[in-house]
């Protein structure tokens, strides 16, 4: 969990304040370079922002690596690269988390399918207890490379990561809220 003390249901408004916050700089990591996913390398880059904007083109970027000295971008089709290496004066940002935590709290409303199991298509050993918000539970989701889609429980915390877009099936259920990455993205 990322550790942010939010009320649920939040209050409207108040979820732009989180992504504003934590949830959003869990995006971007510091010291951290992507290997082995490299799409292109673009020069004179003078910012991860810029660097970013590249990445945000159309295009199959979903995340990329910026070392300061060098002021070049490293573009990759995976979020997270294929692996990572711990690098000093590297910055990497997982674009597909960035993109999805700046979209608006509107958006986020009509993504967020309150009363909804997306059934089935756990990934394996990816639910996690003591999350307190669906926002966290996708912030995970966003840095787990096969997560399309989650269920999030607000009464017992629990969050579950799935494979596909809206798990094996969609079903009507009063204790959970489940969100599609594909729906943020859209």
């Known amino acids: 969990s990322s550790g ?17 916050g934590v949830v959003k700089e869990s ?3 510091y010291g951290v370079k ?23 083109e159309p295009g199959s970027c ?8 060098r002021r070049t971008c490293e ?5 997270r690269g294929s692996y990572l290496q711990n690098v000093n004066g590297m910055i990497s940002v997982n674009n597909v988390c960035y993109e999805s935590m700046v979209s608006s709290s509107a958006k986020w409303e009509d993504c967020i399918k309150e009363n909804t ?5 756990d990934i394996s050993n990816s639910q996690s207890y003591g999350f307190d918000t669906i926002y966290d539970c996708t912030a995970w989701c966003l ?7 989650v269920t999030f429980s607000p009464s017992a915390k629990h969050c579950w990561l799935k494979n596909r877009d809206q798990g094996n099936s969609v079903n009507a259920h009063s ?11 859209a």
Not at 75 to 79: A, E, G, I, M, T
Not at 143 to 149: D, G, I, Q, V
Not at 175 to 185: D, E, K, N, R, T
């Open 4 to 20: 942010i003390n939010a009320e649920w249901p939040l209050r409207p408004g108040a979820q732009e304040g989180i992504l504003n």
């Open 27 to 29: 995006c971007v990591e």
């Open 34 to 56: 992507y290997y082995s996913s490299l799409l292109a390398t673009v020069q004179n880059v003078d910012s991860l922002q810029q660097c970013r904007r590249k990445c945000a």
């Open 62 to 69: 979903r995340g990329a690596s910026w070392p300061l000295p």
């Open 75 to 79: 573009l990759h089709s995976k979020r």
């Open 117 to 121: 199991d997306f059934n089935g298509a």
């Open 143 to 149: 840095n787990t490379a096969t997560c399309k889609s």
């Open 175 to 185: 204790a959970v809220s489940s969100l599609s990455l594909a729906c943020l993205q």
